[in-house]
């Protein structure tokens, strides 16, 4: 019996999406909560952004995490209620939070001393309020995405988040964002609209190569598509944009995993044995581990030029 081209696409096309589709996971975590605002600091912007972002979180079945930088909840040295609110949607909503330095500390400029404060100082609105509301708090970013430049600094920080009852929290797909951001805030308070709709498209296509980038250093490192970890910072351009993001991770066969979830994959337990002035991916630094140099990373889109002039 002779098939037809046509019945063996289908057949093709029948078995082969459901295989590719099925593996690929991300969990996105978003930075510097409450809000990166660029100094636009009304209550009612705030809030917007926060709505917009857990609606799409919603919308697309997203079990995201921010990671919190307490200092931003505190106005002229007094608590600000507004700003606490803020944190309390995400969690009414059921969406973690993390910790993330009091300050935003860089580790790398940092004593020991200084920067377990920092964490310890930033933990103390938080801590009350998931337990208010039946979450746990139990994961850390590093801001800068900043280690530690040796190895025995990287130690010396992990001991003591884990007797802490902390996880530290890797990023796999590093990017720019905050330079799209920054640019399309400065539209959206210059009332540009039509540079902000130029900003957003073009942080679109990035976002869609850097994915592309990653999934493409993950096959060549591990022979597979780890269970991808995505930074992004709580901005407007989020705001506006994640639900077309999310759009785009979908098209490429993507589901939606939490902070705890991603870091089941055993990708993650794989240890990093070279050390740096350094804030970068953990599929960089695994990279870098395993003796990749020069030719490994190329191809790493750039952030446009004209972003940059504008992010200036
Ligand atoms: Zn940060």
Redesign the pocket.
């Known amino acids: 019996m002779k098939s037809s081209p046509f019945i063996l696409t289908v057949f093709a096309t029948l078995l082969f999406i459901p295989i590719q589709a099925q593996e690929k996971e991300m969990c996105i975590t978003l930075?510097?909560l409450p809000v990166v605002s660029y100094g636009t600091n009304e209550p009612d912007f705030l809030r917007e952004v926060t709505k917009k972002l857990i609606h799409t979180f919603d919308e697309f079945d997203i079990p995201a995490i921010g990671?919190v930088?307490e200092r931003k909840l505190y106005k002229k040295g007094r608590l600000d209620s507004a700003s606490i609110q803020l944190l309390e949607l995400w969690l009414e909503n059921g969406y973690e939070l993390g910790n993330?330095t009091y300050s935003?500390k860089n580790y790398h400029k940092t004593s020991f001393e200084e920067y377990t404060e920092d964490i310890i100082k930033g933990e103390v609105i938080c801590r009350q309020l998931a337990e208010k509301h039946n979450a746990e708090f139990r994961f850390f970013?590093h801001?800068?995405l900043r280690i530690g430049r040796t190895k025995s600094r990287h130690d010396s920080l992990t001991n003591f988040l884990m007797q802490h009852g902390y996880t530290e929290a890797p990023v796999t797909i590093d990017n720019e964002d905050y330079l799209f951001a920054k640019a399309y805030h400065l539209a959206y308070t210059q009332g540009d609209s039509a540079t902000m709709k130029k900003i957003g498209q073009s942080y679109l296509r990035y976002m869609e190569e850097k994915l592309l980038y990653y999934e493409s250093m993950s096959e060549k490192l591990w022979g597979r598509n780890i269970r991808q970890t995505l930074l992004l910072?709580a901005n407007l351009l989020n705001a506006d944009y994640l639900d077309d993001l999310a759009e785009i991770y979908r098209s490429h066969g993507y589901t939606f995993i939490s902070q705890a979830k991603v870091l089941k994959d055993p990708a993650y337990d794989e240890p990093v044995s070279k050390y740096g002035d350094w804030g970068i991916s953990w599929l960089d630094r695994w990279a870098l581990s395993q003796g990749k140099k020069g030719e490994f990373f190329r191809g790493d889109p750039a952030t446009p030029a004209f972003v940059k002039e504008l992010a200036k």
Do not use: A, G, L, S
Request: charged share 30%.
């Open positions: 930075d510097d990671y930088n993330h935003h970013r801001p800068y910072h």
